[in-house]
């Protein structure tokens, strides 16, 4: 995974590599990388340290993984995160 910082391009590049290729999931990271470090900074920025930020991401990851939050609702949060943090 090439976790660059990218704190004024936070765009989400779509995947090149067609659906259950052995290097879409580190793609998808690659493209997804400099959303989540924005946000990361943004929260650090706030106050929060940096192991509840991961600790809270992986949860948020975890819950939607095991489909114990809704979509809308996550939808919801995620906007709310980015308008908060812009």
Not at 15 to 27: Q, V, Y
Not at 43 to 60: K, N, P, R, V
């Amino acid at each position: 995974m090439n976790m660059h910082k990218h704190p004024d391009d936070t765009s989400v590049d779509p995947p090149t590599l067609p659906a259950f290729h052995p290097r879409r999931i580190e793609e998808c990271q690659d493209a997804i990388a400099g959303a989540v470090t924005k946000v990361m900074d943004d929260a650090e920025a706030a106050g929060w340290t940096i192991s509840e930020i991961t600790l809270a991401i992986a949860a948020i990851a975890d819950a939607v993984m095991l489909h114990e939050v809704d979509l809308e609702e996550m939808n919801f949060l995620l906007r709310d995160m980015m308008k908060n943090g812009s």
